[in-house]
């Protein structure tokens, strides 16, 4: 009895400290079966490229390879996710990967999401622990994505994140990039904007640009106003007059502000 008791305590524990993980499912790709988008056309330049790559079930959007994520953070992960699709219309793939070989990570990555049917336009996001540490990645496909999150974002985006990964949160460096995506597309194409240390993507008052606007139009205006200045004093206008106590006909000479009245007596 007290040998049973001690199995299923020990199996109780196990199951409560060890992580399940949730298995990303693929398909095999052959050369008669591509498996690729209508608008995809296989030829010489590309069969090496589609046959290597994996072909997943596009609507799963998280693709754990490298098992940094247990199957309820999955879980949550997809629907925050579906939940960016839903209201921006753009697509959003987080991928991680334990091992690239020799493959260059940023063409690993435009082949996974070109040779699966994702959307148009969207983003990758791809994490990939190595025996130097982790490594992250991040690009867009089609052109509105591409004028979203351009390359300064992008690395604001991965300068972000990095200590989340670094640290072993997965989850959380997840969901604070599906976050920012959707911060940044909210805020437009604003040009002023960060991201604060919550991962809200914030609008930054241009201080450089209103220092500039304010100097340029302080100049026009006194350079405006010097020319005016300038012309009025050139041309003084004089007004004769007659002083009805002396019968002497005056000179009033009016330059401007200064007024300078001369006159005569008869003595």
């Known amino acids: 009895m007290k040998k049973i008791f001690k199995i299923t305590f020990i199996f109780v524990i196990s199951l409560v400290f060890i992580n399940t993980y949730a298995s990303t499912k693929t398909f095999t790709r052959t050369a008669d079966k591509p498996l690729v988008p209508s608008g995809i056309t296989v030829d010489s330049t590309n069969k090496e490229a589609i046959l290597s790559t994996p072909a997943v079930d596009a609507s799963e959007k998280v693709y754990d390879f490298a098992e940094l994520l247990s199957e309820e953070e999955e879980n949550k992960l997809v629907k925050k996710i579906n939940e960016y699709i839903d209201n921006t219309g753009y697509d959003l793939v987080f991928l991680t990967v334990k091992d690239l070989g020799k493959k260059d990570a940023t063409n690993y990555m435009y082949n996974f999401y070109d040779y699966n ?147 005569e007596f008869k003595k």
Not at 134 to 155: H, V
Not at 248 to 258: C, K
Request: glycine share 6%; charged share 20%; with cysteine.
């Open 117 to 263: 049917d994702f959307k148009k336009n969207g983003t990758l996001f791809l994490v990939n622990p190595t025996s130097n540490g982790i490594a992250t990645y991040m690009i867009t496909a089609g052109e509105e994505a591409a004028n979203l999150y351009t390359q300064d974002r992008i690395q604001k985006t991965l300068k972000h994140l990095y200590p989340a990964f670094k640290g072993g949160d997965t989850y959380k460096g997840a969901e604070v990039y599906v976050k920012i995506c959707a911060g940044f597309y909210n805020i437009n194409r604003d040009k002023n904007a960060r991201i604060d240390a919550s991962g809200n993507v914030v609008k930054t008052i241009p201080w450089i640009e209103i220092v500039i606007i304010a100097f340029a139009s302080t100049f026009i205006i006194m350079f405006i106003l010097i020319k005016k200045n300038k012309n009025t004093l050139v041309t003084p206008e004089r007004v004769n007059y007659l002083n009805t106590n002396s019968m002497v006909i005056n000179r009033d000479s009016d330059m401007l502000i200064d007024k300078d009245i001369s006159k």
